[in-house]
């Protein structure tokens, strides 16, 4: 078994049913994780801020939720993942115990609202989700199988 | 409140300190002399010539991206002479400190590393904001960023067996996790942390940044540092770098934001360069 983990701002996919593609202690990030049942093909992205509009320096369009589904959901397509077959997850988006701006949303929330709102444009359905809180999670996909799991950070997995 | 028996047991840690972290002789050394108005930058060279092994470490900083110098740094002398005593106190301190973050941290349920990467992009962040705030020494910042949580290595050791019961409270909800701490243990990980930096005979200012980088509120006016500290904290925590079960479960005080001149607008692009530089 391989195992590929999926630092802040990058995305992975893998056909190899020997494959797990793993990100690993999402806070306000959110992960999308796709899988296509018929080809078998699985894969995830660390979407870590909603806009491309905060960006400076270096452009690196799988940070923002914005820019990042987009071109997630078009690699997947062009590696010959169809979307009819496939399901769609996402994870994290926590927030501070007590956060910043007290009258508006946290970053995690706001990572969740962009990843639903682009996924929604694109006619993409979320199937299952496992959101919020004040904890760090761990994300996992199977590629033998598509499963995929959470887990919060000394915490049981919880299937997804 | 405090009981007698739980300030007893910081008393217990705070004694046995010096045993437990203990830096390098050359290091307190530096810092010794880093503090003293008559020492010269050859008693700097001396000391270090009979610590090659710390030499070499200095030296594989030195000519690291980090500090991105134009010519190779070949010898401690040049060093010396081109970075002054502040910067190469504070590459001694980077070098010996950071194996002590990379062991796992069980009690907060931090794997091997994790700690040390959490620590290091804290200190990169603390820098960036030093830079942009014209601090006078950003690499002292860097430090500050650094050491913040060296408290978490000290409970660790010392309170594995109470710190069931401060996931156990957490769990319960409603609480954050310094507040846990202090009611189980009787103190937090910032003011133990804060003990490890005065046995270390590191500034005031570094003793109290550590202390309160949870609660800026509480340290005096004229300490900037606490707040980029608290800020590149919360910024790291929220990219999840390194968290254990703690997680995001702390306080945000804004007032740190406002202290420091940043807005909200500033937060994200922030994040957004410590990525960068990581």
């Not at chain 2, 972290?21 to 060279?45: C, E, F, G, R, Y």
Request: hydrophobic content about 40%; proline content about 2%.
């Amino acid at each position: 078994m391989t195992i590929y983990s999926v630092g802040l701002g990058e995305m992975k996919f893998s056909d190899d049913i020997n494959d797990v593609i793993v990100a690993h202690g999402l806070g306000s990030c959110v992960s999308v994780v796709i899988y296509d049942s018929m080809g078998q093909l699985g894969g995830m992205i660390h979407i870590v801020l909603p806009s491309i509009s905060a960006n400076v320096g270096e452009i690196v369009l799988e940070r923002f939720a914005d820019t990042g589904v987009p071109l997630f959901i078009k690699k997947f397509r062009e590696l010959g993942g169809r979307l009819i077959y496939s399901s769609v997850k996402i994870a994290g988006g926590a927030d501070m115990f007590k956060g910043r701006n007290k009258d508006s949303l946290g970053i995690g929330c706001q990572n969740i609202n962009g990843v639903q709102e682009c996924l929604k444009d694109l006619g993409v359905k979320i199937s299952n989700q496992d959101l919020g809180g004040t904890h760090g999670r761990t994300v996992k996909i199977f590629i033998k199988d598509g499963n995929v799991v959470s887990r919060i950070i000394g915490m049981p997995e919880v299937l997804l | 409140m405090v009981t007698k028996e739980k300030e007893a047991f910081f008393n217990e840690i705070v004694s046995g300190l010096t045993d437990l972290l203990p830096l390098p002789t050359t290091v307190m050394a530096i810092i010794q002399i880093s503090k003293n108005p008559n020492s010269n930058l050859q008693d700097l060279v001396k000391l270090l010539d009979k610590d090659q092994s710390m030499v070499t470490r200095i030296l594989k900083l030195a000519n690291s991206a980090q500090y991105g110098f134009a010519k190779q740094v070949k010898t401690i002398n040049h060093a010396v002479v081109c970075l002054g005593f502040k910067t190469i106190r504070n590459m001694a301190l980077t070098v010996s400190v950071s194996p002590m973050f990379q062991q796992s941290v069980d009690s907060y349920l931090l794997e091997k590393e994790e700690l040390f990467k959490h620590s290091n992009a804290v200190a990169v962040g603390t820098r960036l904001i030093a830079k942009r705030q014209e601090y006078t020494n950003p690499d002292e910042a860097y430090v500050m960023g650094l050491l913040h949580d060296v408290g978490k290595v000290v409970l660790d050791q010392h309170a594995k067996e109470q710190f069931v019961d401060v996931i156990n409270l957490v769990k319960k909800g409603n609480i954050n996790f310094i507040e846990a701490e202090e009611q189980i243990l009787g103190f937090n990980h910032g003011e133990i942390g804060s003990k490890v930096a005065e046995k270390w005979n590191l500034s005031n200012e570094l003793v109290e940044t550590i202390r309160f980088h949870h609660n800026p509120e509480q340290a005096g006016e004229n300490n900037k540092s606490v707040h980029m500290v608290h800020i590149a904290n919360y910024l790291v925590e929220m990219m999840g770098i390194g968290i254990g079960y703690d997680g995001l479960n702390y306080e945000f005080h804004e007032e740190s934001m406002d202290l420091l001149g940043l807005k909200d607008g500033d937060m994200e692009p922030l994040m957004i360069g410590i990525m960068n530089e990581l």
